[in-house]
């Protein structure tokens, strides 16, 4: 017993035990439950027409909104970390579709920036261009909860909503997280137009666009309007003109529209703008990821190790003469 | 050993610190009056050796361990059965119906509920497809290209339960389908496989084209089509004469369309979810070509290696330790 006492107190032998009862505990695999942030996020794009508007630059060359919008969602979605999700869609009239569910972010990244590649205007199975209305049914379709919904638009409604008829966002207000993405310029450009094949055959001119909603009752009393008939013309018989034939990011109307639906708004301007914006803190998920921490044992036991070597190179002060 | 690698190599900085156990032994020395009069002993140069290299491998695969050797991930080639497939999925608004043709009350099934759930089990069965995804109603969508990210695929079939479109505009969704695959001729066959519910006059300008590109990239077809109680069913001609045009029966027309494309070609009429299961069954079985694809090991890790080395060596020390000489 003695003799145990003796050697448990030599410091070398302490040392050599402790390093191997900590390398023993590294061939297990020990694991920490961390947490991190990740993203879940399901992107819906306006595909409509004006988004064909070219008031990016970029290199010096024009470049239009969903040509800007494809790039920096691509950038955006490689800055997401590993574990977070993207689901794609697109929107047009006022339906969103969805081409995938949220696909993780690191092993599906090929798949996804080939589809975020190849979103295209001719993808579009309306022409319309229902901002507000395609909002609420993204919102009221996609906003579970288990992913925030990022919508991507100009804002420009197709033909202009009648005030009188403004979707209902009550019911949704704080119940989806997300953000409004902005996209455009301020100044107002022409709208390209194209063929169906994709040949590109002048601009819109202003007789080509109903440049004021002809849907429902006016939102001004009959009184008010010149030339009203009530079955003829309910909204007057006068020419309706107007820019409706051009197009512009219709910034405050997006930020009204995020500020009822209770989303945040976001204005693209560059592609890293936009990652920094969909991986705001405020979007982030918790994850616990299990991390490996065999290394800590396993150093530990190199310091005590090392410490024993060391030890013997201190020169020896005093003859062990341990009885 | 290229493809052996570590996580963080910083640790290798402690490497020098190997080389104190060959000279070193943590052992207490015997002091005895003249080294001359020990005789020399094979066998305690043996030990005295295998002290040291004990020494320097414990450290050594401590420091490798905790600099996180693993082998890399690498791909080998395997054959497998599967192909190279587009899923070419309908999304006009008449999918959400039930196979009667309602909207789904009570417990019925929406053709598009159903063929998600059937399409999920294949796509998750153990075939080694490589499968893109396409969908169509007025317009064609591009989903996912040709992958073989399971989880994605999934997850673009699983979108199939969401509400539908407009119409179905056939012949752009085979278009684009048809452009997944390239020119230049694969190993394995190559599949569309057409779910849909109905169908739609086929345009003679894209008549020609889908003529041609079928033909060209060696298409093999498959269609199924959910048949609404109470519709017309491909195979059938009409009683009546004057019905027998592409616009009364499109699907008949479509069928007869396909038939002529002189490519291997099988049509499925499903009348209900298990009509449904028993064609994706028939697709599965008769897509069991090998097909050479790359499997994905993962990467290996070999700390647990080092660790358990590391403990050897020390357990050895250790024993050595224990065997001194108390006096």
Sequence with gaps: MNRWRQRVADPVFAALIAAFVLAVAACFPLKLALERPVFSHIVIVDITRSMNVEDYRQGGRAVSRLEFVRQSLIRAAADLPCGSTLGLGVFTEREPALLFEPIETCAGFSAISAAIEQLDWRMAWAADSLIAAGLRNTLELLGRGDADVVFVTDGHEAPPLNPRYLPDFAELSGKVRGLIVGVGDSGLSPIPKYDESGRRLGIYAEDEVPQRSGFGLSELPPEQIEGYHARNAPFGSERAGGTEHLSQLKEAYLRQLAGTSGLGYHRLESPEGLARAITAPALARRQQVAVDVRWIPAALALAVLAGVYLRTLLPRLRFSTAN | ?327
């Excluded at chain 2, 789904?104 to 929406?110: C, L, N, R, T």
Aim: proline residues 6%.
């Design chain 2, 1 to 327: 050993m290229t493809d052996w690698a570590l996580d963080m190599p910083q640790w290798l900085w402690g490497l020098p610190l190997t080389l104190l156990p060959l000279w070193r032994l943590p052992l207490r020395s015997a002091p005895c009056s003249w080294h001359a009069l020990l005789p020399a002993d094979g066998a305690s140069r043996a030990v005295d050796l295998s002290l040291r290299l004990a020494g320097a491998g414990a450290i050594l695969a401590l420091l490798l361990g905790s600099s996180g050797l693993h082998r890399r991930e690498y791909t080998v080639e395997r054959t497998g059965y599967g192909a190279h497939m587009v899923l070419l999925l309908d999304r006009s608004r008449s999918m959400d119906d039930s196979f009667a043709g309602r909207t789904p009350a009570g417990g019925e099934e929406s053709k598009s509920a159903a063929a998600e759930r059937l399409l999920s089990g294949f796509v998750s069965g153990g075939r080694n497809d490589l499968v893109g995804v396409a969908a169509f109603s007025t317009s064609p969508l591009f989903v996912l290209p040709l992958t073989e990210n399971k989880a994605a695929v999934l997850a673009a079939v699983h979108a199939m339960k969401l509400p539908g479109l407009a119409q179905t505009h056939v012949s752009k969704g085979l278009a684009m389908a048809l452009s997944y695959f390239g020119d230049e001729p694969t190993a394995g066959s190559r599949i569309v496989l057409l779910v849909s519910d109905g169908a739609a006059e086929v345009d003679p300008d894209s008549e020609l084209k889908l003529r041609r590109w079928f033909k060209e990239k060696g298409i093999r077809l498959y269609w199924i089509f959910l048949r609404t109680a109470g519709s017309h069913g491909i195979f059938e001609a009409p009683d009546n004469p004057e019905d027998d045009n592409a616009q009364a029966r499109p699907e008949r027309y479509l069928h007869l369309f396909f038939s002529s494309l002189d490519i291997p070609y099988r049509a499925y009429e499903a009348e209900d979810a298990d009509a449904l299961k028993r064609a994706i069954a028939d697709v599965d079985r008769e897509e069991q070509r090998p097909l050479r694809y790359a499997e994905r090991v993962p990467r290996r890790d070999l700390q647990a290696f080092c660790y358990l080395a590391a403990a050897l060596a020390l357990a050895w020390l250790v024993a050595a330790k224990c065997m001194e000489v108390a006096r």
